[in-house]
């Protein structure tokens, strides 16, 4: 049976390329050639890094207790990795993917094969380059199906589909981010926002760039839903029909009902849809949530929803999106996702904790003689702009290898003040530094990212590599530690790998450290996380050999 899935993503995505081998072997292998391709929208053709050629790229089809195999061969002229987001990668950080963070880069001309098994884990997650801006255009989906013979816990749906939101520059986007560095200002916003890679209708010369699926009246269809764009949280719907929100981050959820949904960078999102409308033309819909005074790319994606018999002559019925500030709508929505919470699937919170952390968010200006304005934007976590190394993380680690790091990020803001209060301008002192925390194996965490009005308040989406973790509490202004973890829920908290941080507001998580190895924790906008709004965690080696640190491969990158 997981061979005769993966022959059907292969029908599905005729750029898909692995090698097939019997079912009891549960082992994918694939094959990811990361090149320079000829891409046209809106009108414009430029070059840019693809895999395969395919914009997104191909999908990776699994079976939970799969074993995958994915050769990655750089012929593009950047260095770069893959991050297979959402993977836990147990004991196995060399296969994670964030460059100089687990791994070097892969050199132009080499390869380096990412070799990981998938465990506990079935639904939806995805792939992307980690470094640069290059995954704007150097991503794609990852679908796990469950174990043979376990069914979904919610109806089963007659066909499922992919949708990856993402973004398009006409110009090219490593030289965007460049010209935006060296001024010191954010990089120019994108052109476009896409629905499997296609801009829709709505652009110039997308006639033939609009992704559409034939439906069937009367039939249920799975969506699995990826946001990949780089900077944008995405408000998503389809026109006259309601979703049933089944699982998010590859994790199931408690099924509600919903008009739209609201989807982060890196997050993923599965909903049901029955087809139970007039046979007609309808339009999928992505454009920008946000909620603070920001310019973002407000242009609308669209895709159709085309029941079967109907002529493309008929003009697809426009959504109704929330408007583009409409945090209500976000409040109330990530409020309604819950944890199954069933003895097959449990919520397993933990209820005792042996670290608390605070970390704040700010955005700063630092001096910049060579900028635009003399100054350069940045962003820290407290007061910690983070400095990437030359040396990968995990590697120095492992190796012993000193100079590299330091274990000593605080565990709070070494400066208290009212985070979410009036404007400030103020630095507070940022220092800048490679400073990490180092974690106990098998302790309890809890994490409270409190947004700050740090030049602005803005949504954060922050994404922990290595872990899932539960969203305990969420709330606006500023977190009371004597009050608010009274109102924590550690009931059926939703499971998932990113969060969203409110505008001014925070978001509280908790995991256990039971994945020894070096994890990034980051915000998932692109624009904020080359700012420095990152840090990792040393997860220390638990007792016995089989909570340690695997050995690396042997074609493990150099720097």
């Known amino acids: 049976m997981a061979t005769r899935t993966t022959l059907l993503g292969v029908l599905a995505f005729g750029f898909l390329c692995f090698i097939c081998l019997p079912a009891e072997a549960a082992l994918k292998k694939y094959q990811f050639d990361v090149k320079v391709s000829n891409v046209s929208r809106l009108c414009h053709a430029k070059q840019m890094v693809t895999v395969n050629g395919g914009f997104p790229g191909p999908t990776i089809y699994a079976r939970e207790g799969d074993r995958v195999q994915i050769n990655v061969t750089n012929y593009a002229q950047y260095n770069l990795s893959i991050h297979w987001h959402g993977l836990k990668q147990y004991r196995n950080g060399w296969a994670d993917g964030p460059a100089y963070i687990t791994q070097c880069p892969i050199q132009t001309g080499n390869s380096y094969v990412y070799d990981f098994n998938v465990t506990g884990q079935r639904g939806t997650l995805w792939w992307h380059a ?48 460049k010209q935006g560095n060296a001024l010191g200002i954010p990089p120019n916003m994108s052109d476009a926002h896409t629905i499997n890679g296609k801009p829709g209708p709505l652009f110039p010369c997308s ?40 699982e998010i981050d590859a994790v199931y959820t408690k099924p509600f009902s ?81 944890s199954l919470n069933t003895p097959k699937y449990p919520a397993n919170v933990p209820l005792n904790v042996d670290r608390h952390l605070l970390f704040t968010v700010g955005l700063g200006i630092n001096p910049c003689p060579t900028c635009l304005n003399g100054t350069r934007l940045t962003a820290s976590l407290n007061n910690i702009s983070f400095i990437m190394p030359q040396t990968a993380l995990l590697q120095s680690h492992y190796f012993n290898i000193k100079g590299v790091y330091t274990p000593d990020f605080p565990d709070k803001p070494p400066t208290p003040f009212n985070f979410t209060g009036a404007p400030l301008t103020a630095n507070l002192r940022t220092n800048v530094g490679t400073r990490i925390s180092k974690i106990a194996f098998n302790s309890t965490v809890e994490i409270v990212v409190q947004d700050t009005n740090l030049l602005s308040v803005e949504s954060h989406p922050f994404h922990l590599h290595g872990y899932n973790f539960f969203v305990v509490g969420t709330g606006i202004g500023n977190f009371d530690p004597k009050k608010d973890p009274a109102k924590y829920n550690l009931i059926d908290p939703i499971e998932r790998n990113t969060v969203g941080v409110p505008t001014g507001g925070w978001t509280a998580i908790r995991f256990r450290a039971d994945n020894p190895g070096v994890w990034f924790f980051h915000c998932h906008l692109e624009l904020h996380t080359g700012w420095g709004l990152k840090t990792a965690f040393l997860v220390e080696d638990g007792p016995g050999s089989d909570h340690n640190v695997l050995p690396p491969p042997k074609d493990l990158p150099t720097c």
């Not at 796990?144 to 986007?173: S, Y």
């Not at 009246?217 to 979703?243: M, P, V």
């Open 130 to 177: 980690h470094i640069l801006w290059l995954r704007a255009t150097v991503y794609g989906a990852i679908v796990i199906m469950p174990q043979q013979g376990t069914p979904f816990p919610f109806p089963q749906p007659d066909r499922e589909e992919v949708l990856v939101l993402g973004e398009w520059w006409n110009a090219d986007v490593e030289a965007v981010e």
């Open 207 to 246: 006639e033939k760039y609009t992704f559409a699926m034939e439906v069937e009246k009367g039939k249920t269809y799975l969506l699995r839903i990826i946001n990949a764009a780089l900077n944008d949280e995405l408000f998503f719907a389809l026109a006259n029909h309601t979703f049933t929100v089944v």
């Open 258 to 338: 919903t008009e739209a949904i609201l989807i982060a960078p890196g997050q993923t999102t599965n909903v049901l849809v029955r087809a139970n409308q007039v046979p007609g033309r309808y339009f999928m819909a992505a454009r920008a949530f946000m909620d603070a005074p920001i310019s973002v790319d407000n242009k609308t994606a669209t895709a159709i929803f085309q029941y079967k018999g109907i002529p493309e002559t008929v003009l697809p019925k426009p959504p109704t999106l929330p408007a583009q500030n409409d945090s209500d709508f976000a409040l109330s929505y990530n409020s309604k996702l819950k």
